[in-house]
């Protein structure tokens, strides 16, 4: 999960990030810390408040 590196690339906070995608800064801090699995809508909506492809943020490991 590249969450963060690609948010704080972006130069956005957690709560930048949470009110571009509509969530809590909550979710995206438990998100980037793997303690949360976000739902296929909260992933893309991440993504496309980033304007990153998802692929960029989230990958399956092995």
């Not at 709560?15 to 571009?20: G, H, I, N, T």
């Not at 438990?30 to 980033?50: H, Q």
């Amino acid at each position: 999960m590249r969450l963060k590196e690609v948010r704080t690339a972006a130069g956005l906070t957690q709560q930048e990030l949470a009110d571009r995608a509509g969530v809590s800064r909550k979710t995206v801090n438990t998100i980037e810390n793997r303690i949360f699995t976000p739902s296929v809508v909260v992933a893309l909506t991440l993504a496309k408040a980033l304007d990153a492809p998802l692929g960029a943020l989230f990958e399956l490991s092995d």
